[in-house]
Nanobody
Framework: VQLQASGGGLVQAGGFLRLSCAAS????????IGWFRQALGKEREFVGA????????YYTDDVKGRFTISRDNAKNTVYLQMNSLKPEDTAVYYC????????????????????WGQGTLVTVSS
């Protein structure tokens, strides 16, 4: 599976962006897709995930209620809708494909994802 994230940019606090993660490969539609982010000088952190069918999602407390993950398997694309953005949301955002050899339908652990997109930068100004 190859993943490519896009849609990042500069936005004012309180604004919104929608990131896309376009995938190629047969296993995309059968895999959970996770979103991570990495701020400058910090560790990459888990943001949320969407199940393979798109019916189940999980979000960290930092973004719950503001971010929404969805997917369109017919288009091999996963989306991250980000509303009410805050300066602390500034980071490079990555999408990744969950390794189904792990137990559970998702993980917050970076090492449990085995295919990664190249990342897209989101900058939120105050």
């Amino acid at each position: 599976v190859q993943l490519q994230a896009s849609g990042g940019g500069l936005v004012q606090a309180g604004g919104f962006l929608r990131l896309s993660c376009a995938a190629s490969g047969r296993t995309f539609s059968s895999s959970t897709i996770g979103w991570f982010r990495q701020a400058l000088g910090k560790e990459r952190e888990f943001v949320g995930a969407v199940s393979r069918g798109g019916y189940v999602t999980y979000y960290t407390d930092d973004v719950k209620g503001r971010f929404t993950i969805s997917r369109d398997n017919a288009k091999n694309t996963v989306y991250l809708q980000m509303n009410s953005l805050k300066p602390e949301d500034t980071a490079v955002y990555y999408c990744a494909c969950y390794n189904t050899n792990n137990s559970g339908w998702y993980s917050r652990v970076r090492a449990d994802y085995h295919y990664w997109g190249q990342g897209t930068l989101v900058t939120v100004s105050s």
